[in-house]
């Protein structure tokens, strides 16, 4: 149930409407700030640590370890989240980082101890997240979410921008006052979120629980074999494959075409810059100006656009025209991701937006590194702009056949129905192996006791 009453109507969603809500503000905010945070601490964390050991290897290991927690218990710790008070979760994890960000900033801090408390910082990412994801379509309406979710979406990309310049200005004059600057982040977090969202009851009562292990393989099981919350899963996954190319590949893309030094840190950084903006001015103007039925119809074209635009790469354009490229693949994927995400929302029992979220926030994260990860070892064989503009291509084949496939919009609009005539999402289980259809939670389908 959402916390507005009004009746449905057919059109886009106003800023003014989602801006309305209270609760909204005091998440987007809180959650803005925490991710600025975030970003200011990597680029002091990366720096600190290459100044106490002179060693790019520990200074990566620095950066990277933010995103083991994803990794190795990604869907688990955010499974925690349905257990608890989505208000008391994201709460516990702020005062929790706040604290951790402080011993992290004491002068003369060891580097093992410093990468420790990275790791520990970064357990609490997944279940404060997940609660964030799972309070939206408490909060806002279904003619409201999509909006909601791409300007939550859009200031993400924002944070990005902003947190490594700032984090990277501060930490080279002190990057102890910069963890500081993360701590107050969090503090005033865990403020807005105290006093600025309502305390609601867990989303699984106690006579639902069963083995956290057991929850979590739960949550797998609802999202792949049900038809619909599987082929959102395969769209949302498919389009960051090819859209971080660009990113990954930017410091050696950019050194390939800039001589100079600092003109290529320039080059570098407008390729990086890119897609953000090009994400954040798609997510504003889609999500604002179209109305939900017409974001739906266009999943389809935007999901074989994502991959299309970075094809041209292979012609090897300057610096400038690949930003443009990427800034286009950005727009086409800010189409694509909150409009697919309010529908997967929708269609999830409340009971299992939290561990869903885990399950998806998990792939994100193994996909988008496996991608920079595989392209950047192509690019030691072959020219980038090959590597870039064969990928996309492939790209685009993978996203026809993912389009293809997508579910219509009665399909979707059913798979939503059923999840509101379960909201709490108890009862729900993976189906009996004889099952003709296994996976599909529909009309009619019979609802079998997790034990």
Sequence with gaps: MVSDEQPPREGPATFREVFGQGEYRAVLAATTLTWVGDYVAKAAVTLLVYRETESVALSATAFAVSFLPWLIGGPLLATLAERHRYRQVMLTCDLLRMGLMLLIAIPGMPVPAILALIFLTTLANPPSQAARSALMPLILSKERLVLGLSLVASAGQAAQVVGYLAGAAVATVNPSAALLLNACAFAVSALLVRFGVH?????????????????????????????????????????????????????????????????????????????????????????????????????????????????????????????????????????????????????????????????????????????????????????????????????????????????????????????????????VAPPPSDDPDPGHVGPGRPRQAVT
């Design 199 to 427: 305390d609601r009851p867990p989303a699984m009562s106690r006579t639902h629980r069963s083995h956290l292990l057991r929850e979590t393989a739960a949550g797998f099981t609802l999202i792949f074999r049900t038809p619909v919350l599987r082929a959102i899963a395969a769209l949302v996954f498919s389009a960051v494959l090819f859209s971080i190319v660009p990113e990954g590949l930017a410091a050696a893309w950019a050194n390939e075409h800039v001589d100079d030094q600092a003109r290529a840190g320039a080059a570098q950084a407008l390729i990086m810059a890119a897609s953000p903006v090009g994400f954040i001015l798609g997510g504003l103007l889609i999500g604002r100006a179209l109305t939900p039925s017409r974001q739906q119809s266009l999943l389809r074209p935007l999901a074989v656009l994502a991959p299309l635009a970075l094809v041209p790469a292979l012609l090897d354009p300057p610096p400038a025209v690949v930003a443009l490229l990427a800034a286009a693949c950005g727009f086409a994927v800010a189409g694509i991701i909150p409009v697919a995400n309010g529908l997967f929302v929708q269609a999830l029992p409340d009971g299992f937006r939290a561990r869903a979220f885990g399950v998806m926030g998990t792939g994100l994260q193994v996909i988008q590194g496996v991608s920079v990860l595989v392209t950047g070892l192509l690019a030691e064989r072959f020219p980038i702009p090959l590597v870039v503009g064969v990928w996309s291509a492939a790209g685009v084949v993978l996203m026809a056949f993912v389009a293809r496939r997508f579910p219509d919009p009665q399909t979707v609009a059913a798979a939503i129905d059923s999840a509101r005539r379960n909201p709490t999402g108890a009862g």
